[in-house]
């Protein structure tokens, strides 16, 4: 069964502090991504990753940071938090399109970011 | 860039009616179109989806309904269950790459 899995569901952090939100698939996709969720806003893209070692901008890139050192796992890290990084953070993970176009994403459960 | 516009947020809908969905995109270029429900606690799951050279598909009790000309997507649910309450997010894409812009969300709520 396919799975995506976020190591926290819930962190309370303070402002300033630096936040590492990790991702594990083992589905051996090539893609993984990171979107951010809030209500009335939907999915917006942070980043995304289509190899080990690379990396691209999404909408909302500012203030945040990946890392994709294996092909299992994506990490999304916050320099120094603020707090209207507050909010509900998505992994997601899918193959590479061979037909032209996107393919479907597999999401994790999601982490709950709280920054005070 | 792409965007997308999803209404009504919140929708309510007594048991055995049909719900209805509407987003919009600006995008022409734009040519594939999932729908995604998140049920609570849980990650986003895609239901269905359309490419732009088909303008309608089904599947048992959904169906999208797509008019390129227009620039508008629906999602219609027949004979709501009370399992169908569910946050849904539209999002459109087009062939060059893996990128998908969502719409806003609908909340679904089925009564009993």
């Known amino acids: 069964d396919v799975k995506v899995t976020q190591s926290s569901r819930y962190l309370v952090k303070r402002t300033g502090e630096k936040v590492f939100l990790e991702c594990v698939q083992d589905?051996?996709?090539?893609?993984m991504f990171w979107y951010r969720q809030d209500p009335g806003l939907g999915l917006r893209l942070i980043y995304f990753?289509?190899?080990?070692?690379?990396?691209e901008k999404g909408d909302i890139p500012e203030g945040y940071s990946v890392s994709r050192e294996k092909k299992e796992r994506f990490s999304l890290i916050l320099e120094s938090a603020s707090t209207n990084q507050t909010s509900m953070y998505l992994c997601?993970?899918?193959?590479?399109?061979?037909?032209?176009?996107?393919?479907?994403?597999?999401f994790g459960e999601g982490s709950r970011l709280t920054v005070l | 860039g792409e965007n997308v516009e999803q209404h009504p947020s919140t929708l309510s809908v007594q048991e055995g009616d049909s719900a209805v969905i509407k987003c919009t995109y600006s995008?022409?270029?734009?040519?594939?179109f999932p729908w995604y429900k998140q049920e609570l606690g849980k990650g986003p799951q895609l239901i269905i989806d359309i490419r732009s050279n088909v303008g309608e598909k089904k599947d048992q009790r959904i169906a999208v309904t797509l008019n390129k000309t227009a620039k508008h997507f629906s999602l219609h649910i027949t004979e709501t269950q009370p399992e169908d309450s569910a946050v849904y997010f539209c999002a459109a894409s087009d062939n060059a790459g893996n990128m998908l812009t969502f719409g806003g969300g609908t909340r679904l709520m089925v009564k009993p």
């Open positions: 995008d022409s270029a734009s040519n594939y």
């Open positions: 997601a993970s899918s193959l590479f399109p061979g037909l032209g176009l996107p393919g479907e994403l597999f």
């Open positions: 589905m051996d996709h090539e893609n």
């Open positions: 990753s289509y190899d080990v070692k690379m990396k």
